[in-house]
Every structure is written in structure tokens, then in C-alpha cells.
């Protein structure tokens, strides 16, 4: 009786390390996945990027600076890989963003033919529509992020980690520029 009561408990120590290995194993692939979406959502901002520069082009023989905003965004978005979560290439993309939006704003000043414009004004609500989709990305990108170190940090999760598959903590997407407007901080 008591060999069977010590080899019940080997096997379901067994079946409860094979369970936290693959659960570990699952939010590793949603973090992946969720990456990959984000990386997906940047990237069709490319067609709208290609389609944007002869138009900011046509409008400002002078305004250099803006075109060239929409040339190293558009290169760094086909920079960013898909296969690994890179969140400080991210964070120079969401930058560059930035800065090209507020370029944008500054040509529709000058060129207020070009607010009227509709093929512009059509380019400038699916630029901001890719920028909500990649913003709900990164969003469940972190919750993902949150997720699987979670699941390798707790124990016994972090021993059968360390012990199977030796993953590595994921770093969240943050966002420096936005940080820095906040007087509030944390304290963790």
C-alpha cells in the first residue's frame, strides 16, 4: 500500500510539473503572438506612409523635414522584427510617430489647401486608426508580458522553469516620453 500511495505522488508530481511547464509554454507563445501583432498593426502603417510622402512631397517643396519624418518611420517600422520582442525599437518608432504627426500638423498650417484635401484627410484617419490598433497591441502585448513572467517568476513555476526551459523575463512596453509628463511615481 504505501509503494502505491509513493508512486500516486510521483505521477501527479509529474502531471503538476508537465502542467506548469505548458502553461509556461502558453503565455510564452501569447507573448509571441501578441508581439507579432503589434509588429503587424506598425507595419501597415508602411502603404499609408508610401502613399503620404508624394503628397507631403507635392505640398512642401520646402518642408524637407516632414518627408524625411515619413521615410525614417517607414524604415524603421520594416526594421522592426517580428520575431523578437525589441520594445526599445518600438519605443523609437512610437517616437518617430509622434513626431511626424506633429509635422503633419505643422504643413496643414502652412498649406491650409491641404486640410481640404481628401485623399490627405482619408491618409490622416487611417494613420490615426493604425495608431489606436497599435496602441490596444502593445496594450495586450503587456498583459501577455505580465502574464508569462508571472508564470515563470512564482513558485514552483520559477524551478520548473529554470529546471525544463530556462525562459527569461520579458520587458514591458513603456513609454518613456509619456512617462515623463506624470509628477506621480510609483514606488516599486
Do not use: C
Not at 520594445?87 to 481640404?116: F, G, T
Not at 496594450?139 to 508571472?150: A, G
Request: glycine share 2%.
Amino acid at each position: 500500500m504505501g509503494l502505491f500511495i509513493l508512486l500516486l505522488l510521483i505521477i501527479i508530481g509529474i502531471v503538476a510539473i508537465i502542467f506548469i511547464r505548458n502553461n509556461i509554454v502558453r503565455h510564452h507563445n501569447a507573448t509571441i503572438r501578441a508581439w507579432s501583432d503589434v509588429t503587424s498593426y506598425e507595419r501597415q502603417k508602411i502603404k499609408i506612409l508610401d502613399a503620404l510622402a508624394p503628397l507631403v512631397e507635392q505640398y512642401s517643396s520646402f518642408e524637407k523635414g516632414t518627408l524625411e519624418k515619413v521615410t525614417e518611420l517607414r524604415q524603421n517600422i520594416l526594421n522592426l522584427n517580428a520575431n523578437t520582442a525589441d520594445v526599445s525599437q518600438l519605443q523609437r518608432i512610437e517616437s518617430l510617430n509622434k513626431e511626424l504627426m506633429h509635422s503633419l500638423n505643422v504643413v496643414v498650417e502652412n498649406y491650409p489647401e491641404l486640410k481640404a484635401n481628401e485623399i490627405y484627410l482619408k491618409m490622416m484617419n487611417e494613420i490615426e486608426e493604425q495608431n489606436e490598433n497599435v496602441g490596444a497591441a502593445i496594450t495586450i502585448f503587456n498583459r501577455n508580458v505580465e502574464l508569462f513572467n508571472n508564470q515563470i517568476q512564482i513558485f514552483p513555476n520559477n524551478v520548473i522553469n529554470t529546471m525544463t526551459i530556462g525562459k527569461k523575463a520579458i520587458r514591458p512596453f513603456r513609454d518613456t516620453a509619456a512617462m515623463q509628463n506624470f509628477d506621480y511615481r510609483p514606488n516599486f
